[in-house]
């Protein structure tokens, strides 16, 4: 049987002292504080306080996927540049790309506007998250960051001996910076900004964001992990600007959205030079990227065309499928990124099941007790096809 706990009945009972409620006094915290949550079969929360996921244990047996929307996934690329500089360099994979990485420090370095020593390259934004937190809290302290988000930095940092503090979302899924600015404490190492926020597709308004990171980061380093923020359009700004006021930031980039390349695996950070140090002391970032990712990597940064498409398809089929869920009685939340989330009308492992059995592949979320699907954004026909096997469901 299930069960559940009122965020404000749990500060008041022994649950506070359980290892895995550490987080509870910070729930308290943000638009969601009246709300109960369930506690799975041991007595424990789990993904997060406000989400959890639905997984399927078994996949139907369908002949063949035809929608891969689960993975917020470029169903575009590589773009066509990248892929012939990939297969032209794999007569050079038998030698270290020492040199060819260089060149692809230098180009980004120009593009963030920093030297060269402001860049950590790695296989992917996701190894750097966990690197970070690797060397950040080997000895302890605690993490700040919304709730629910993009969880890579903040697992590792709590298997390595962290503690969480979970700050709910407001009511439109923005992150509550006063609150999260609130709950930053001694111990705190870092506190971490998916901006857009994964999984649910939200921004902060650049000014709000830059006035919080300026301030805070004069107390702690905050880390702003911008993985969507190129396909986003409207009030956007990256905070990398803040370096140049020396400000303890590190901004995540991604080649694995805009670029099309998830499984080439590239990705950097931008940060301070003495931050960059503590962690190049237990790793080399870039050793760790395969030749052919390098030159990859260099060809796509180049494509501004490919980029450009990128953007403008992912938002005209981001606009197809609003228009098709508010025609269904779906209220999505606006997304910022390749991904949009919305309320079902049925329990998550059963629409996973039945979305699976039409070869459509998807997420479910449970967020306050409420089934979500966060469907990412493929081409149009894809798009279509989601459309219409949701329309079967109905």
Not at 182 to 191: E, G
Request: hydrophobic share 40%; proline share 5%.
């Amino acid at each position: 049987m299930k069960t559940s706990f009122s965020r404000r009945n749990v500060l008041k009972s022994g649950l506070a002292a359980m290892g895995g409620m550490a987080l509870a006094p910070h729930i308290s915290l943000g638009a969601f504080s009246t709300s109960s949550f369930p506690l799975d079969s041991e007595n424990r929360l789990y993904y997060s306080p406000l989400l959890r996921e639905h997984y399927l244990d078994e996949r139907p047996d369908v002949p063949a996927m035809i929608a891969r929307l689960n993975a917020n996934e470029n169903p575009y690329g590589p773009p066509q540049s990248a892929r012939k500089a990939v297969a032209e360099s794999v007569s050079g994979g038998n030698r270290y790309s020492w040199k060819e990485l260089a060149s692809l420090v230098d180009m980004l370095a120009l593009k963030e506007g920093v030297t060269k020593d402001h860049i950590m390259m790695g296989p992917g934004s996701s190894d750097l998250l966990e690197k970070v937190a690797i060397v950040l809290f080997a000895k302890g302290g605690n993490i700040v960051s919304a709730d629910p988000t993009y969880m890579s930095l903040i697992r590792v940092a709590e298997a390595v001996g962290a503690t969480w503090k979970a700050v709910p979302c407001k009511s439109d899924w923005t992150h509550d910076l006063k609150a999260m600015e609130a709950a930053i404490d001694s111990n705190t190492k870092m506190v971490y900004i998916c901006n857009p926020n994964n999984p649910v597709g939200t921004i902060m308004a650049a000014n709000e964001l830059m006035d919080f990171c300026s301030r805070v980061s004069t107390k702690v380093p905050v880390f702003i992990d911008e993985a969507y923020l190129e396909l986003a359009e409207g009030d956007t700004a990256s905070m990398v600007s803040l370096l140049s006021q020396k400000k303890n930031v590190i901004i995540a980039r991604t080649f694995s959205k805009i670029m099309g390349m998830a499984g080439l695996r590239v990705g950097y950070a931008v940060a301070q030079p003495e931050f960059l140090s503590k962690i190049e002391k237990i790793t080399r970032g870039g050793m760790g990227i395969c030749h052919t990712s390098v030159l990859g990597a260099i060809a796509s940064l180049q494509d501004k065309e490919f980029q450009a498409m990128t953007k403008r398809l992912n938002t005209q089929c981001k606009n197809y499928l609003y228009k098709e869920l508010s025609a269904l009685g779906y209220s999505y939340i606006p997304s910022y990124t390749n991904f949009v989330i919305f309320p079902i009308k049925m329990d998550g492992k059963t629409f996973l099941s039945k979305m699976a059995s039409k070869g459509v592949m998807v997420r479910s979320f449970d967020m306050l007790n409420k089934p979500y699907c966060r469907v990412s954004i493929g081409t149009m026909a894809e798009m279509e096809y989601f459309v219409t096997s949701l329309k079967e469901l109905a």
